[in-house]
């Protein structure tokens, strides 16, 4: 304000009228007035370059200032805006979390059967296995068998032979007793026939318990002989 009080003293200073082309003197005029003046204007102008230099740097603080609330304020309008998108999406975001939830708990039923499967699929393993080792056993049983069966016919075979020699060594043995008692009662048989054709009797004969009975006793006797013996009679 001061400033522009000056400017329009010294603009009433220069419409000073002029008359008949002379100037007024005022006796009591400073004579260092105008440069006190010019000194004053100076200091205002000086002041006025300084406050405008101020003002500039304020000017451009305030302008940093604005830019930086405007990019904070756009920064949040943008989260806003994602914020309201986000809102906005929410029913369509709920309604993919219901449908992971069923597909999760379809996955959880899929799990347990696949689990319950597994569970049964170890069972028939177990299963197949312990019917291949029975089958096994019993292969090896009835290779067990069909070797056991070998060696019992062959010891069956083995034992036939012997029995077989047995009987024919004790068939020899019987038929050299008969043939020793054949010849035992043969002569026992002479020796009747020569005592009954010298005295006419035959002398008792001592039975032993222990002796072979009659059926199995064959005599081997001439028929020529006996023949003979009945035809004298």
Same mark, same amino acid.
């Given at each position: 304000?001061?400033?522009?009080?000056?400017?329009?003293?010294?603009?009433?200073?220069?419409?000073?009228?002029?008359?008949?082309?002379?100037?007024?003197?005022?006796?009591?005029?400073?004579?260092?007035?105008?440069?006190?003046?010019?000194?004053?204007?100076?200091?205002?102008?000086?002041?006025?370059?300084?406050?405008?230099?101020?003002?500039?740097?304020?000017?451009?603080?305030?302008?940093?200032?604005?830019?930086?609330? &405007?990019?904070?304020?756009?920064?949040?309008?943008?989260?806003?805006?994602?914020?309201?998108?986000?809102?906005?999406?929410?029913?369509?975001?709920?309604?993919?979390?219901?449908?992971?939830?069923?597909?999760?708990?379809?996955?959880?039923?899929?799990?347990?059967?696949?689990?319950?499967?597994?569970?049964?699929?170890?069972?028939?393993?177990?299963?197949?296995?312990?019917?291949?080792?029975?089958?096994?056993?019993?292969?090896?049983?009835?290779?067990?068998?069909?070797?056991?069966?070998?060696?019992?016919?062959?010891?069956?075979?083995?034992?036939?032979?012997? &029995?077989?020699?047995?009987?024919?060594?004790?068939?020899?043995?019987?038929?050299?007793?008969?043939?020793?008692?054949?010849?035992?009662?043969?002569?026992?048989?002479?020796?009747?026939?020569?005592?009954?054709?010298?005295?006419?009797?035959?002398?008792?004969?001592?039975?032993?318990?222990?002796?072979?009975?009659?059926?199995?006793?064959?005599?081997?006797?001439?028929?020529?002989?006996?023949?003979?013996?009945?035809?004298?009679?």
């Amino acid at each position: 304000m001061d400033m522009l009080n000056n400017l329009r003293d010294l603009l009433n200073v220069k419409n000073v009228p002029v008359i008949s082309g002379e100037i007024p003197i005022n006796n009591k005029i400073n004579p260092d007035a105008a440069g006190e003046l010019l000194e004053h204007f100076h200091k205002q102008w000086e002041e006025v370059h300084n406050n405008n230099e101020t003002n500039a740097n304020l000017a451009d603080q305030a302008a940093d200032a604005i830019g930086n609330i &405007h990019l904070y304020i756009t920064s949040q309008n943008e989260h806003i805006t994602a914020i309201n998108q986000l809102l906005t999406s929410l029913p369509t975001l709920q309604n993919t979390l219901q449908t992971c939830n069923s597909q999760i708990q379809q996955l959880c039923k899929s799990f347990e059967q696949v689990e319950e499967d597994l569970l049964r699929f170890e069972d028939v393993i177990e299963q197949c296995e312990l019917e291949k080792k029975k089958n096994n056993h019993r292969y090896q049983l009835a290779l067990y068998e069909e070797k056991k069966m070998a060696n019992l016919e062959i010891l069956r075979a083995e034992l036939s032979k012997k &029995h077989e020699q047995e009987v024919m060594e004790n068939e020899v043995k019987k038929r050299e007793a008969m043939q020793e008692r054949q010849l035992v009662f043969q002569d026992a048989f002479k020796t009747d026939l020569e005592t009954y054709k010298a005295l006419g009797t035959i002398p008792k004969i001592q039975v032993n318990q222990s002796s072979a009975l009659l059926e199995e006793i064959q005599l081997d006797i001439d028929d020529k002989e006996l023949m003979d013996f009945l035809d004298e009679k």
